[in-house]
């Protein structure tokens, strides 16, 4: 599904109305009708109502909604707020709507002075102040009453957005006027800022809401964001030949582990071995080499006389290569690693302190070579960037930026990991949960797609198919032994159920 900016919504909703055609105050009735439905699905008539209206079209949708309430008996109590004596179109039909029919409990219209109603427990507060057209962050009055909200002891829903949320970035703030919602019920379309981590604590459960707006708007209307969609994964999937031998299915090699780290090693050889690859090999200091050959003894090692990754190797053999989970950062290895980027042609894929050198190293990432694939988590990718970034948009706009100018593969890791492609584009990935958060999950994504690769899968592809994969296979691991107890090799031994959906 496409990610629309803000103003792109407001040309989806401007599109749809001139062309199914319907009217604007009609889709305003579609809108609050899903809304009504919604919160009637989840909360009583015995629950007391407080609305709260802003002046744009969001308080619209927040009127036309408490109207509907009150029809189905709900005792509703409305605040519009109306300082700059100036509403809407929508809104203010909404407005004569509500007096016309007088449903509601109580209405009142604020023009200057607001007396606050008290908020309970047992209240459910309506935030429907601004929306999709918020320009800037609330002040005054307005944080006032987002304050006075987030204070209260009741449950709040808001209305596409919670109010003071902007569609997409939104910077740190010393005292955020930002309302926290129990539930947010979004139009039609996901917003951007709901991908963010920084964002989460003011979105409590996200339900996006059909409003059927224009498909054929959303199909042929370029955007930069997109989410995975599982159809596209399965029809990336290779067939596997039936006289395929080890020699034709791809020879991944992966440089990782130290002394003390041998288990990165191991979880990304094992990830890549059953991700498809025919046959992994693993580059790996002497002092690993008994541990790494009992725990993955389908995987080749070849052995660093050092404790860690000292010298560059001939690659020439290798359809993809994987460098970085545990392999420390000692000056050697840094110098081995520039050398190994610089003369070797396959695909290659850059993790864990494989970034962190580069980072640690300046001027070395603008020399990287084209097409890197690289899979940092945020501390990672502030390192690779030179910077403390301070907020999720900012990080994202960042790694589209370095996509684009080093031409290069970027999976910035998360709940919603977003790949960031040298054209310019974002696709968030969809699955994968919260029990992944454990050491060494990150080395297994670098398994899967340095097997993906060795496969045969373009660079994109394999990012694409990766995250899905690792995702997937956390899900199915998280069913079989819980959020809590999930650790990384639960990941591995999920692969083969996760392949198995995709084949299906
Ligand atoms: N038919 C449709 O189009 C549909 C629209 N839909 C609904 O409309 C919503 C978008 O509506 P919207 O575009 O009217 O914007 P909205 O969020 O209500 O805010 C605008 C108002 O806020 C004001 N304002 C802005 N920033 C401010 C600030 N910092 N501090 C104070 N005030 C500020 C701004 O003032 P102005 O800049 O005009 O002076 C203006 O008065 C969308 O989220 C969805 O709920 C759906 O029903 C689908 C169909
Ligand atoms: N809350 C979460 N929801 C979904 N995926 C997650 C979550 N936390 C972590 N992950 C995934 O787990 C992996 C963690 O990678 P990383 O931080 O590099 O771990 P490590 O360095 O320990 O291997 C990433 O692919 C990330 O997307
Ligand atoms: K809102």
């Not at 189905?72 to 039909?93: M, P, Q, R, T």
């Not at 067939?239 to 191991?266: E, T, V």
């Amino acid at each position: 599904m496409k990610i629309l900016t803000g103003a792109q919504i407001r040309e989806l909703d401007k599109y749809t109305i001139e062309h199914e055609p319907i009217a604007s105050i009609d889709l305003m009735e579609r809108s609050a009708r899903a809304i009504c439905n919604a919160i009637c699905e989840q909360w009583t008539q015995s629950t007391p109502i407080v609305v709260f209206a802003g002046p744009g079209n969001n308080g619209g949708d927040a009127l036309a909604m408490s109207r509907m309430l009150a029809e189905k008996g709900y005792v509703v109590d409305v605040f519009l707020f109306n300082i700059h004596n100036h509403l809407s179109e929508e809104c203010a039909k909404n407005r004569d709507r509500i007096i016309g029919e007088g449903l509601v409990r109580k209405f009142t219209e604020i023009t200057a002075n607001f007396e606050p109603p008290q908020l309970t427990e047992k209240t459910l507060v309506v935030d429907g102040l601004f929306g999709s057209g918020l320009k800037e962050p609330l002040t005054g009055g307005f944080a006032s009453l987002v304050k006075y909200i987030n204070q209260s002891p009741s449950q709040v829903v808001s209305i596409d957005i919670p109010s003071g949320l902007m569609t997409e970035s939104n910077r740190p703030q010393e005292e955020p006027a930002v309302v926290k919602a129990n539930v947010t019920l979004t139009l039609h379309i996901k917003k951007l800022a709901m991908f963010f981590a920084d964002c989460q604590q003011y979105l409590g459960e996200v339900r996006t809401l059909d409003i059927r707006l224009s498909k054929y708007f959303i199909d042929t209307f370029p955007s930069l964001y997109d989410t995975i969609e599982t159809s596209y994964i399965k029809s990336l999937m290779l067939k596997r030949d039936d006289f395929a031998h080890k020699g034709s299915m791809g020879n991944a090699l992966l440089i990782a582990g130290s002394r003390g780290m041998a288990g990165a090693a191991i979880l990304a050889s094992k990830a890549c071995m059953r991700s498809g690859a025919g046959k992994v090999t693993a580059l790996t200091p002497h002092c690993n080499l008994n541990i790494m050959q009992m725990a993955v003894p389908e995987a080749i090692c070849l052995v660093d006389r050092e404790n860690y990754y000292s010298e560059a190797i001939d690659t020439d053999c290798y359809q993809a290569v994987g460098i970085g989970p545990g392999l420390g950062k000692e000056e050697s290895t840094a110098l081995a690693l520039m050398s190994q980027l610089q003369q070797t042609n396959c695909p290659i894929v850059l993790d864990a302190d494989a970034l962190n050198m580069l980072g640690a190293h300046g001027s070395w990432v603008q020399q990287l070579p084209n097409n890197m694939i690289m899979t940092p988590h945020p501390r990672e990718f502030d390192r690779l960037a030179g910077r403390r970034i301070t907020s999720d948009y900012d990080r994202l706009t960042f790694a589209r930026d370095m996509a684009r100018d080093l031409c290069a593969y970027i999976i910035l890791k998360g709940h919603y990991s977003a790949l960031c492609l040298p054209d310019g584009g974002v696709v968030f990935n969809t699955t994968g949960n919260s029990g992944m958060a454990t050491a060494g999950s990150g080395d297994v994504l670098t398994g899967i797609i340095t097997a993906l690769l060795a496969r045969g899968y373009s660079r994109k592809n394999a990012c694409l198919m990766g995250m899905y994969l690792h995702g997937m296979a956390g899900d199915i691991a998280a069913k079989r032994v819980g959020k809590e107890s999930l650790i990384a090799s639960d990941i591995i031994d999920s692969l083969p159920e996760a392949f198995k959906n995709l084949e299906k």
